[in-house]
Structure formats: structure tokens, C-alpha cells
């Protein structure tokens, strides 16, 4: 025997069909544990093939919402000249100008001429002064411009008169020529079409015929020369109609209100009133044959939104950068140049930002959730490998080898696997949205993965020593080396991934190298290091517990947190999926929560209050009283004002003035996140009649950078503001960064209107804005409050303002995506929790079974099976609670959400705890099923079948 040798046999590969078959009968043999695999794989593989088609649906829709949202000259192209004959160019006809605009259509990069679905051109006149009547004052003085606009009759609405045609009438007028002698000229008469808002302003009407003659800012306009009016600066507009705009909005007229209403400038007692008079083309034609008459055309070409999709975009914004390289963004005077303005990258660099932002959030999501997917599907092949230990050892010990067994484990792995993914695929084909080169990547990868896994679970069986093997009872063994190798390396891993993601950032504009797929999967590696710590430190408490329920009478507790102990680490491994459910679900519920309350208080910083009304020009009523309009409960007047000077100690420059009543505003903002807490100060009578002097200078909040000096704005501080052509005292009684109502970075002064007013004794200062604490049901009657008082006002509220925020599609998928992922990672939660209860049911039903010979009770064996998971779920609920929370602070740096919230400065993160406890609960009763539903079929086991559990 001592000589006796044995020679070990290479395995023959046509040995490998003869194991594949055996596996193949164990597998029929099996087959509702291979029916719940391959399903469990058919839905993480549609579920997973699906993400990339579902975030391109979301990042098209993002797109062209983008585009919709932006105003119309920053979402579209425009096209200028300014041209002069008199300098030697030729003025366009309306003919000329159309086939014009087609040719520097066709020179765009066709990546962004094929996003135009209309093109409109202007032609608009140098500006002419309008005579004034015999016997009329000198103020206002009125000044109005000629326009062509194509398509005029398509988007106005007549409310007097007619459209304007073309006439060839001329009239007869005085002028005088080169040598300085007067003579009589014709000059033509245009017809024009004027808006009703403008001829209320101007006190215009329809049959007035005006006589113009080139402003001088004009003159200087075609060239800088300062002579004679000569008969060609000359023209009568004879208004024939006034209109309406059929939509105001709309973008056909480009973001111009000009030929909407009339332009009121000057100041108040020297006030100057522009006006536009809409033409037909017969009078841009007679009026571009004039030497001396400038014009302006502008070719406006409209992207169409639905020509868009997230992945053109870098097509796009090549074609952007090429035109802005080939046109200047201004016109040089009369130089033969075409100026090109568009906002298209801006517009395509802020939706990047929230692009990137979202594929990162959706990333850390589902990679997440594939963690869950994988650990579910390593215990069910964890289960199928304890089913069939007895066997593998049979075939070890009958010659089988470890290649033939993991050889007909891989092939069954892909029998499995391969058809399961591809009907997975298949069936996310259908889900709508853009194809994507990822959806049979990750199919592929997760057919190979979920392969690989599977045939690593029989590796142990496979490749282990068969006299253990052979033993019914495994020793405990110490953890190896390798296994704490590696998971120390976990925990490396998550602790520099969480380094790297504060300093680099996890997307949005501060994300400076875009996605990074191991930045979005550092949550997921933190809660699997977290979970490795946990399975680590898992058995101590409970064998702390075990021996604390030995103290008492109970059996129970004892038995069931002995068993725990004992069980193999498979057993403990939904501990680890659930922490990963709960922290995933935290994670995403404490960034929703954030996004959610960013754009929230973006939204009142933006508003001031819970409506505003605003005028911008013209004025309110002074004895405007909106707390008599049903349903409105307090409102405040201000007078806001732009480009106000402001000086300190020669420091000059120009800020907005905000002067509000300050008592009724603390009426309608009191309890709200825009109430600005007014200082004593703001909200004092007025208390010298030398109010506003140095003596007794006006309080006022002031912007931290108001002052140009070398230091910042202070308490006590003095200053100057030219209100209305009058210099006025003020004093600092407060200085902050933002206030509610005014744009964050702008420079501001806050102000009590009172107090301000009895500083300017000249006349009532002009109230333009009025901020209003109402319901939303109040709305209705308070716009038609409005229309009735001054159509022209702007009437804004809160929930309008937090509708934009939250109405980007790249949010809502966000949000839908945690959504889903947290109801799938549930359900994977009670599948990992009904699989090692089963994987643990047949030593749990032979201990119980001899128990209940000796007078256990069903309802005592039911409490162990409630008491073995009681520990795990604790664990995972509260370490999956603070891991989520954890890392959401731990990463904050790296996550710039302002993207998402349109807030000037980083959002701070917060907590939902009702949010969070409905994710813990949710969990604890998906496990509570679970355990139910586990324990109805063990109560179906018949006892003799238990007791011969071995035989």
C-alpha cells in the first residue's frame, strides 16, 4: 500500500457532452428554481436594457423643453446688416431681402440649419423725429420708426381701420437744397398700422398723418454726418390701422415689444415716446430706394423643438462654434458684414449641465439596483448549488472533474442566462425612446456576468478537497486571507471614491470631466463596504443577544438567535441587499427632497411673495386697492427701479432700487420663505421733515457689494441715490447678499416707500410693482382685477414660478427613475429574503421538527422564523437609514444640484423623514411578507418528512 501511486487523468473534452446532459436532467429536475432564475435575469436584463432608450427619451424631451423654455432670441438664430445707399450699398427690397435670407440660410452648417422649421425677416428704419402740431407744448416729443415685417397679417389682429397697403402718393414740402435755397420736394407718404397700446400712450389715433424727418441720433447713425436735412430724410406715415398682436408672446415677434407699445424714455417732466408703424412691402420698397434712410434687416430663422434630440447636440454646438467664428456678434456700421446672434449654446450648456447631473444620479441609481439584482441572483444559484451539493460530490467522487463540473455549470449558466436577456432585450425595444448602442451592451454584459456568477457558486464544489466535501458537517474555518484582502479593498475603494467625488464632482457644471462611471457606482461601493462591515461585525451582537435571551425563561428567542449565529454566511446575505435597498432609497429620497425645496425657495426668491404684479411701461394707480379683490388678503406697493446711481465717497455706479411699503409687505410675506424679516428701521414713520437730507438720512438694506470701494458695504455706512433727477440721503441699517423679489447678484438697495416718498417732495413716486398674499383661487378674479385697472400688467405667482423649475422632463425622469428602482429593489428584497429562508428551511424544518416531538408549538416555531430575521431587518433598516443620509452629506461637495434648482448658490441638502420612514417600513413589510408568506408553506411540511431529513 505504501508503494501504491495513482495517476491522474486528463479529462477527455467528449466527456463534457456526458456532463452537460447530466446537469440537464438535474436541471428538469429543477425546474421552478430555474424557472424563478431565469426571470428573475428576463427582468433585470429588460430592466437594464430599458435605462439607456428610457434616459435618451428623457434626455430628447430635456432637449427640446430647453429650447421651448428659452426665451425666443436666445433658443433661435438671427441674422442682421445695416445698410445705407448713400454710403454705396444697396438697400434689399422685400423681394431682395427674402431671397437674401435664403442664401445666408444655405451657408449655414447644415447640423444647424436642418433645426429651422420658419423664417421670418425685419426691415427696420432709422428712427425720424415727428413734428409737433403749430401751438402744441414741447414735451412729450414723439419719434417713430418704419418696419417690414414679413407674414404681418398671419399674427395681428385689426381693431381699427385696416392693414397698411401701398400708395404712390407724395405730398409737397418746403426744403432746402446744397446751396442753402429753399425749395419745395416730395416727399412720400407710407402707410403704417400702429398697436393700440402705442397709440394710447402717444395720444395717436387711426387717420393722423405724421411728418417725419431723420432724427439727428440718426444722422450720426448713417455715418457720422452732421448737415442740412435734405428732402430725402423725409417721410409722412399715414396710420390706416391700429392691432392687436393675436398671441403678444408668441415668437414670431422675437422678444421685441416695440411694435407692441410704445417706448417711453427721458424723465417725467421731459418725457420722449418712440413709436413703430408697421408698413406693407409696397412701402419698404419705396422707402429703400431713399439714399439717406438706414436700415436694419434682421433674418430670423426658428428652431423647431422637435427637430432636437440630446444626440445631435455636439453636431450642433460644432455648428454654433463654427458661425460664431465666421459672423461677429455686431453689426459694423455699413461695412459689408452680417452679424449673427443666437443664445443656442447657452441654451445647450445649460441643459449639458443638467444632463450630465441627471445621467450621474440615474447612473448611481442603477447601478444600485444591479447590485441588488446580482447579490438576488448569487442566492438563488447559492440555493440551486445547495440543492445539488450531494450530487456534485457524487460525480467528484465517481471521476468527475472540476472543468467538466464548471464546464456544464457555464453551459448551463448560458442555457439559462442567454435566452432569458435576449427576451429581456427584446421587450425593451419597446419602451420609447432613442436606440442606443448600450442597450445590447448591457445585455450582453449581464448574460456574461450573471454566467460568470454562477459559475463561480459552484467553483467551492467544484474545486474544493472531496473528503471535506463528503462530510455532512462543514467545520467552521477562519476567514482567509484573500477575503479580508479583499474586502478591505471594498472600503478603499468607497472611501477614495468618496474623496474624489468631493473633489471633482459628481455632475452638473461642476462636474469637470462629465460622467464618470466609477464616481456614480461610489455610492453603491460605500454601501457594499458598509454592508461587508456589517456581515463582518453581524454575528458579535447577536451572539451578545443570544446569550442575554439565555438569561430569561424563554426558548425562543434563544434558539432562534443561536440558529442565526450559525447559519452560513449565504444566509445573512439579504442583510446586505436590504441595507443596499434602504440606502439607495434614502440617498435618492434626501437628493429628491433637496431638488424639490431648491427649487421651492428659488421659486419665493424669485417672486418676493405669493404674487407680484408688475408694470413695466407705465404705472399703476396710486389709490390701487387689490385687498378688495375677493380672496386677497394683504398687498404692497413698491416702486422698483433699474440702472438707479448710486454714490458713496466718489464710489458711482448703478444698482435697483426697491422701495416698498414696508408694513404691508410684512402683511403678505409674514410665515412665508420670502418674508425678508424688515429691520425697526424700514418700518418707522417718517421722522423729520428734512427726511432724505444728511441730517436725517432714509434707512435702507443694502447689497454686500454695492460699493465699488475696497471694502464691503457696512452698518452705518452713508450714501447717495439719484432718485428721479434728486439726490437723496441714505443710511445702512442692514447689509445682505440676497433678497426675496430682486435677481440674486444683483446690486440693491431696499428701501420703506414712505419714507423715500416723504424724501422726494416733487411729485408721488410711480408704484410698478405690487407684492400679494392671496390663495390660488384667487387668481382668476385678480387678473381680471388687473386687466380692468392697467391691461399691461404682469400678474406672477410662487406656484407659476416652482411650475418652470419642476416642469424640466430631465427632473420628472429623475424622479420616476428612483421611484421604479426603489419598488423593483423591494421586490428583489423579498425574493432575497424568501431565497435564504428557503436556502436555510431545510436544517430551520429538522430542528423544528424534533422540537415539536418534544412539545414545540406552531406558534412557537413561527416566532423563531419572525425572531431569525428580527436582527437582520434592524440592522439593515437603520444601517441602510444612516448609511444613505451618510453618504449624501459625504458627497455634497461634489453635487452641484443647481441645475436642477436654478438657485444662484449651492443647495443645501435636506431630509424628509417622513420620506425616509415610509422607505424603512416599506422595507420591514416586504420583509414581513416574506417571512409570511415562507411560513404558510412551512406549515404545509409534513413532520415525518422533516424527521427524515438525511436518510
Do not use: C
Not at 457689494?705 to 437723496?728: C, K, N, S, Y
Amino acid at each position: 500500500m505504501a508503494g501504491l501511486t495513482t495517476t491522474r487523468r486528463r479529462p477527455s473534452p467528449l466527456a463534457a457532452p456526458a456532463g452537460v446532459a447530466l446537469f440537464l436532467r438535474r436541471l428538469r429536475a429543477e425546474r421552478l428554481l430555474a424557472l424563478v432564475l431565469a426571470v428573475v435575469v428576463l427582468v433585470t436584463a429588460l430592466l437594464f436594457a430599458a435605462v439607456p432608450r428610457f434616459y435618451n427619451s428623457i434626455a430628447d424631451e430635456g432637449a427640446r423643453h430647453a429650447i421651448r423654455d428659452a426665451d425666443t432670441p436666445v433658443a433661435n438664430v438671427q441674422m442682421l446688416e445695416q445698410r445705407l445707399q448713400l454710403t454705396g450699398q444697396s438697400t434689399y427690397s422685400a423681394d431682395e431681402a427674402a431671397a437674401h435670407g435664403a442664401e445666408l440660410q444655405s451657408d449655414l452648417p447644415p447640423a444647424l440649419s436642418n433645426l429651422f422649421s420658419s423664417t421670418d425677416y425685419v426691415a427696420q428704419s432709422a428712427e425720424f423725429s415727428i413734428a409737433r402740431q403749430p401751438g402744441a407744448a414741447e414735451w412729450p416729443q414723439y419719434f417713430i420708426r418704419m418696419r417690414y415685417q414679413s407674414a404681418l397679417p398671419d399674427h395681428v389682429r385689426i381693431v381699427d381701420g385696416r392693414l397698411p397697403e401701398g400708395t404712390d402718393e407724395t405730398v409737397r414740402r418746403a426744403a432746402i437744397d446744397e446751396s442753402g435755397k429753399q425749395i419745395e420736394v416730395e416727399v412720400p407718404v407710407v402707410e403704417v398700422a400702429v398697436a393700440t397700446d402705442a397709440l394710447d400712450t402717444a395720444k395717436m389715433r387711426v387717420g393722423d398723418r405724421l411728418e417725419g424727418t431723420l432724427s439727428q441720433d440718426s444722422q450720426v447713425f448713417i455715418g457720422g454726418l452732421v448737415r442740412t436735412v435734405e428732402a430725402s430724410d423725409r417721410v409722412v406715415a399715414e396710420i390706416v390701422g391700429s392691432f392687436e398682436p393675436k398671441v403678444a408672446d408668441e415668437p414670431y415677434w422675437y422678444g421685441d415689444v416695440l411694435p407692441l407699445r410704445a417706448n417711453v424714455t427721458g424723465s417725467l417732466d421731459r418725457p420722449m415716446i418712440h413709436v413703430v408703424g408697421l408698413m406693407a412691402d409696397r412701402g419698404l420698397d419705396r422707402l429703400a430706394g431713399r439714399e439717406s434712410v438706414a436700415f436694419e434687416y434682421r433674418w430670423q430663422f426658428f428652431v423647431d423643438p422637435e427637430r432636437v434630440d440630446a444626440g445631435s447636440l455636439d453636431a450642433v454646438n460644432a455648428a454654433v462654434k463654427k458661425v460664431r467664428a465666421d459672423y461677429p456678434s455686431f453689426v459694423n456700421r455699413f461695412s459689408d458684414t452680417t452679424a449673427l446672434r443666437t443664445g443656442l449654446d447657452t441654451v445647450f450648456r445649460q441643459f449639458e449641465a443638467q444632463r450630465r447631473l441627471t445621467e450621474a444620479m440615474l447612473a448611481v441609481v442603477a447601478i444600485g439596483l444591479l447590485a441588488v439584482a446580482m447579490l438576488v441572483i448569487g442566492l438563488i444559484g447559492a440555493l440551486i448549488a445547495d440543492r445539488r451539493r450531494a450530487a456534485l460530490v457524487l460525480q467528484r467522487g465517481r471521476g468527475a472533474s472540476s472543468w467538466q463540473i464548471l464546464g456544464a455549470q457555464a453551459v448551463e449558466g448560458l442555457l439559462l442566462t442567454v435566452p432569458a436577456v435576449a427576451a429581456g432585450a427584446a421587450v425593451a425595444l419597446l419602451v420609447p425612446g432613442r436606440a442606443s448602442v448600450l442597450t445590447p451592451l448591457l445585455a450582453v454584459g449581464i448574460a456574461i456576468g450573471v454566467t460568470v456568477l454562477l459559475v463561480a457558486i459552484a467553483l467551492p464544489v467544484a474545486r474544493g478537497r472531496l473528503g471535506q466535501l463528503e462530510r455532512g458537517d462543514q467545520p467552521v474555518r477562519a476567514v482567509s486571507v484573500r477575503r479580508l484582502v479583499f474586502e478591505a479593498l471594498a472600503v478603499v475603494l468607497a472611501v477614495g471614491g468618496v474623496y474624489l467625488i468631493r473633489r471633482r464632482g459628481l455632475g452638473g457644471e461642476a462636474g469637470s470631466t462629465g460622467f464618470d462611471p466609477f464616481l456614480a457606482a461610489v455610492p453603491v461601493l460605500a454601501g457594499l463596504a458598509t454592508g461587508l462591515v456589517v456581515l463582518r461585525l453581524y454575528p458579535f451582537p447577536i451572539r451578545f443577544l443570544a446569550w442575554l435571551a439565555s438569561l430569561g425563561r424563554g426558548f425562543v428567542a434563544v434558539f432562534a438567535l443561536r440558529r442565526v449565529g450559525r447559519q452560513p454566511g449565504a444566509s445573512n446575505l439579504p442583510l446586505l441587499v436590504l441595507l443596499l435597498t434602504v440606502a439607495v432609497g434614502v440617498f435618492s429620497s434626501v437628493l429628491l427632497t433637496t431638488i424639490e425645496r431648491g427649487q421651492a425657495a428659488t421659486a419665493w426668491q424669485q417672486i418676493g411673495a405669493p404674487y407680484r404684479a408688475q408694470v413695466t411701461f407705465a404705472e399703476l394707480p396710486k389709490d390701487l386697492d387689490l385687498a378688495a379683490v375677493p380672496g386677497v388678503e394683504a398687498a404692497a406697493p413698491a416702486y422698483l427701479a433699474r440702472g438707479v446711481t448710486f454714490d458713496m465717497q466718489g464710489s458711482d455706479n448703478a444698482l435697483t432700487l426697491d422701495a416698498v411699503d414696508a408694513p404691508a409687505l410684512a402683511s403678505v410675506t409674514t410665515g412665508t420663505p420670502a418674508d425678508p424679516h424688515l429691520p425697526p428701521g424700514l418700518l418707522d414713520e417718517p421722522s423729520d421733515q428734512n427726511n432724505g437730507s444728511d441730517q436725517a438720512p432714509v434707512p435702507a438694506i443694502v447689497s454686500t457689494h454695492a460699493a465699488t470701494g475696497p471694502r464691503d458695504m457696512q452698518q452705518g455706512d452713508r450714501f447717495e441715490l439719484l432718485v428721479e433727477q434728486t439726490w437723496i440721503s441714505f443710511v445702512v441699517v442692514d447689509v445682505r447678499d440676497v433678497m426675496p423679489g430682486i435677481v440674486p447678484g444683483t446690486q440693491f438697495v431696499v428701501t420703506s416707500l414712505e419714507q423715500l416718498q416723504a424724501a422726494y417732495r416733487i411729485a408721488p413716486l410711480p408704484v410698478t410693482t405690487v407684492f400679494i398674499r392671496a390663495p390660488a383661487s384667487a387668481e382668476p378674479a385678480l387678473r381680471r382685477a388687473l386687466e380692468g385697472i392697467v391691461p399691461e400688467t404682469h400678474l406672477t405667482s410662487q406656484a407659476a414660478a416652482l411650475g418652470e423649475l419642476q416642469g424640466s422632463p430631465l427632473i420628472a425622469g429623475v424622479a420616476a427613475g428612483f421611484r421604479v428602482s426603489l419598488i423593483v429593489a423591494a421586490l428583489y428584497s423579498a425574493l432575497a429574503v424568501i431565497v435564504a429562508l428557503i436556502l436555510t428551511a431545510a436544517a430551520r424544518a429538522r430542528d423544528l421538527a424534533f422540537l415539536r416531538t418534544l412539545g414545540l408549538g406552531r406558534g412557537q416555531g413561527l416566532g423563531v422564523l419572525v425572531v431569525e430575521q428580527v436582527p437582520a431587518v434592524l440592522v439593515a433598516v437603520l444601517s441602510g437609514i444612516g448609511l444613505g443620509i451618510a453618504v449624501a452629506f459625504l458627497i455634497a461637495p461634489g453635487l452641484d444640484l443647481r441645475a436642477f434648482t436654478g438657485a444662484s448658490t449651492p443647495a443645501v441638502l435636506r431630509i424628509d423623514w417622513n420620506a425616509v420612514s415610509v422607505i424603512g417600513l416599506t422595507v420591514v413589510g416586504v420583509v414581513a411578507l416574506a417571512v409570511a408568506a415562507t411560513a404558510v408553506a412551512s406549515r404545509r411540511r409534513n413532520l415525518g418528512s422533516a424527521l427524515r431529513v438525511g436518510e
